[in-house]
């Protein structure tokens, strides 16, 4: 059948014309009841993105496959309002999710963005230096006003499928519907272009995708860590030991690990003056369980691993405490120090010991996440550490 003769869509186009319907309509009504619910923004986020690439392959498949010519009978400044409302469709569903994207990429908070909570997504390239709250607010003004204009092209489409559905000439709306809706003609099948339309985007989605695992490591100079010159005397069972810390993001308890770190420890109980620790973490490695999470913590204002790979601690001025030692941990993350107080057990039984430490850090002393919340209205301001473990004494 020519297309010139066919009165139906394909049966590809009818598939992502209504499942776009729908997602344009859960968009659209999820966007406006976010009430800063992160769970909600992201998967706001993971919707566009889809529909995004979802409009794109659906272009590339109406360019391999012209839909159906409209009915003869209808009069031509009709078929030109069909036409426009077409291409704003199109417009919107291309420039709507892009300006969310633009916009998520100039914010002044830097919210990483992970689709459906398993792929890393980048900011929009050549935009870190437009993040403004006026740049932001241009786009945030568009992007939330542009589902008006949606549902404005919406009632258009519908009113026209309707009227000529009912009028004197061909009905247009049964073209669309799905094969079990009446008698109509079968949908156009197989098509054609299919490896066009849809593996173009496949593959400029991948390209994209791939940007966070090429530029993880940064592109920052490394700063060393200090080379220590305490003489161990003891050797830590990293696989029986742990540096974990916990917070509280948005009224909800997370915590997680750094899965890679190194000890050197000198430690004489009888001779407390002369003992000394100096930790070096990679914080490379740091894991939450949550990608989320994880992908937030190794941005910028935050660990910025890419630009400070590692974080070095030293412990001193040990002393006795009751039920155990207390020390000074002087903290160095991002070219800044800070000292807090360390309080912690240690049971030795020969030649082997077991630790058991906590010591409560500021974000804002640490400059951690201080450009999107400063004021820890989402993340406490308090982040507990905690070290456990085992070591054995050398001989």
């Known amino acids: 059948m020519s297309d010139a003769s066919r009165s139906r869509y394909t049966s590809v186009a009818i598939a992502l014309h209504w499942a776009m319907a729908v997602l344009l309509i859960f968009m659209i009504l999820l966007g406006w009841n976010m009430d800063d619910n992160e769970a909600r923004f992201q998967l706001h986020k993971s919707v566009g993105i889809t529909i995004l690439f979802l409009a794109l ?30 291409v704003a469709f199109y417009a919107l569903m291309i420039g709507v999710p892009l300006a969310g994207w633009f916009m998520v990429s100039v914010s002044p908070f830097q919210v990483s963005t992970v689709l459906y909570g398993v792929l890393s997504w980048p900011h929009l390239p050549f935009t870190e230096r437009l993040r403004s709250e006026g740049v932001y607010g241009v786009a945030e003004f568009f992007h939330s006003k542009s589902a008006w204009l949606i549902f404005g092209l919406l009632a258009l489409h519908v009113a026209g499928a309707v009227k000529h559905e009912i009028g004197a000439e061909d009905g247009v709306l049964k073209r669309m519907l799905p094969g079990l809706f009446g008698k109509a003609e079968p949908p156009a099948l197989p098509g054609r272009g299919f490896v066009f339309a849809f593996g173009g985007s496949l593959a400029l989605f991948a390209a994209i995708a791939a940007v966070p695992l090429i530029f993880s490591g940064g592109n920052g100079e490394a700063k060393a860590a200090p080379v220590s010159s305490i ?165």
């Open 57 to 86: 392959s659906r272009l590339g498949w109406r360019f391999a496959n012209p839909p159906p010519p409209l009915p003869e009978g209808m009069p031509k400044i009709e078929k030109t309002a069909s036409h426009m409302v077409h």
């Open 231 to 395: 003489q161990s005397n003891w050797d830590v069972d990293y696989a029986a030991s742990e540096i974990r810390f916990d917070g509280v993001h948005e009224g909800r308890a997370f915590g997680g690990t750094f899965g890679t770190w190194t000890a050197d420890v000198a430690f004489w109980p009888e001779d407390l003056a002369r003992s000394a620790v100096q930790v070096v973490v990679d914080t490379r490695s740091i894991r939450t369980g949550t990608k989320l999470y994880d992908d937030n913590l190794r941005g910028k204002e935050w660990f910025n691993p890419g630009e400070f790979p590692e974080a070095v601690v030293v412990l001193s001025d040990f002393a006795e405490a009751a039920g155990g030692y207390t020390a000074t941990a002087r903290i160095t993350l991002k070219g800044k120090a800070v000292s807090v107080p360390l309080a912690f057990t240690l049971e030795i039984a020969g030649n082997e010991a077991t630790l058991s430490g906590s010591a409560e850090l500021s974000r804002k002393a640490l400059d951690l996440g201080q450009l999107s919340d400063p004021g820890a209205a989402y993340v406490a301001d308090a982040v507990m550490v905690t070290l456990s473990g085992k070591a054995a004494r050398r001989s």
